[in-house]
């Protein structure tokens, strides 16, 4: 069987097994989007699950801030779930009397970069720019000393540190997307305010090893002590409200479009969006589990151009990877990535990765890159990036590296297809093949077979968890 692979900025024909199976277009069947997203987004936030309407909570002299995802996901059409759910909750606004200088809208990047200028209007849209012309329109900083507050620590000790106008406004909207995630099972839900609106401090509770590395985290789940984390953190948030957040989450498919919308109290509507969530999300597979993941990996990908040049990232992508398709593997898998990894870097989008890189090469296992947090994610020069030059948080990269670490400790070997240096494939713990061919051979080597293969050619496209059919 041929498929053909994402590789740097193209793409590499390869020969598989002809049992493979390949996780694509016709073998995954998802539920039919909305026909009418606008209705559908208007309707849920008319009666929100769990508590009053808009018009309800807020009037005339009220304050609210309006917190939505970053261009990581959601996509930037003109039907798109943020932009369709701000107009709206716009509209509800205008009709209790809530002036337009009393609304704040947050992009809640948590620690990625922020938005530049021209970006806003690419997936927010110009019109929806222009109406919020006499509004605050910012980015979340996760290092404004007045933009954040300090509220002690959760139920569970985590710290959490929080966008002060989220927690302070009279009604705090979040827009949300129930979509696949490694972290935590699915986005949206508790995980839209805990990572997004939050600290490093507060994000390195749950994305490192203390959390990572437990049996609970793989594969992808919504149940695990990751998502309990979350909860608690914006459970804290909440009492400082006083009052609930109105969350407003879309299911969205492959292409980014609503499958449906559920308003609300944020529990009430993990409740209601998980169920279709996981319909889109799982892909039931027959027969054996698989030994071998194969992944075709671009040069960029959501977080930005790097993924299959940069070391840190390419290793994430594997982790994340595993993390996903774990429930349809063999115990200890062999992944094989077709990855450039040619030590782009990227500097300029993810300034830590290189000193981050640098202090992995001085420890046994990513998980004890633990004793650099402070370190680097304190260092002035690297805050400064991310504060005043589009640059991911220092920190972000911990994050990264633990993924990494995942894939170390979920497989058998992770075999690096056609770097072009092999060198910082082999100093992230990964094994390397001049191709894909010749690390398909290593892999029946090792489990003196030929090996049946799970391949997923394409890690840009909107990610599946694959499992076995019980």
Not at 4 to 20: M, T, W
Not at 363 to 383: A, I, K, N
Not at 415 to 427: C, K, S, T
Request: aromatic residues 6%.
């Amino acid at each position: 069987m041929q498929v053909n692979l994402q590789y740097g900025d193209g793409d590499v024909a390869v020969e598989i097994p002809d049992d493979s199976v390949v996780i694509r277009e016709g073998i995954v069947h998802e539920p039919t989007p909305l026909a009418d997203p606008h209705r559908a987004t208007r309707e849920a936030i008319a009666r929100p699950l769990g508590m009053p309407p808009i018009g309800d909570l807020v009037g005339p002299g009220g304050t609210v801030t309006i917190s939505f995802p970053d261009r990581v996901k959601g996509g930037s059409h003109v039907t798109a779930h943020r932009r369709l759910a701000i107009t709206a909750v716009l509209d509800e606004l205008a009709a209790a009397g809530v002036r337009d200088r009393d609304i704040t809208l947050v992009c809640a990047i948590g620690l990625h970069r922020k938005n530049r200028p021209e970006e806003w209007a690419e997936y927010l849209g110009a019109d929806l720019l222009e109406r919020c012309a006499g509004m605050r329109v910012v980015n979340h900083d996760a290092e404004d000393p007045e933009g954040m507050i300090d509220l002690g620590e959760s139920s569970l000790g985590d710290p959490v540190q929080v966008n002060r106008a989220a927690v302070e406004a009279d009604l705090s909207v979040l827009v949300g997307h129930a979509s696949g995630n490694p972290y935590g099972g699915y986005s949206g839900g508790w995980k839209m305010p805990a990572t997004g609106l939050t600290s490093w401090r507060s994000i390195a509770a749950h994305h490192a090893p203390r959390t990572m590395y437990r049996p609970d985290f793989v594969p992808a789940t919504p149940h695990g002590r990751f998502r309990e984390q979350l909860r608690a953190i914006g459970e804290r948030m909440e009492e400082h409200l006083g009052g609930r957040f109105l969350a407003i989450d879309a299911v969205l498919d492959s292409r980014s479009r609503q499958l449906a919308v559920a308003a609300g109290a944020i529990s009430e509507v993990e409740r209601a969006s998980w169920p279709l969530a996981a319909q889109r999300t799982d892909v039931e597979l027959d027969g054996d589990p698989f030994d071998v993941l194969l992944l075709g990996m671009p040069r960029t990908f959501h977080y930005g151009p790097g993924m299959g040049s940069n070391p840190i990232l390419m290793m994430q992508a594997c982790g994340a990877a595993i993390v996903r398709a774990k429930a349809a593997l063999v115990h200890a898998p062999i992944v094989i990535a077709a990855s450039i990894c040619d030590g782009w870097f990227n500097d300029a989008d993810f300034p830590s990765y290189r000193p981050a890189f640098d202090l992995l090469q001085t420890v046994d296992h990513p998980r004890d890159m633990v004793q650099f947090h402070d370190q680097l994610s304190t260092d002035e020069g690297l805050v400064s990036r991310y504060r005043e030059d589009y640059g991911y948080h220092p920190f972000h990269a911990f994050s990264m590296v633990y993924m990494g670490g995942v894939a170390l400790d979920q497989t058998q070997a992770v075999v690096i297809a056609g770097a072009e240096r092999p060198d910082l494939a082999r100093a992230m713990g990964a094994r390397t093949a001049p191709d894909v061919e010749s690390a398909l051979s290593h892999a029946a080597a090792l489990l003196g077979r030929t090996p049946r293969v799970l391949c997923v050619p394409q890690l840009t496209a909107p990610a599946f968890h694959p499992r076995m059919a019980r």
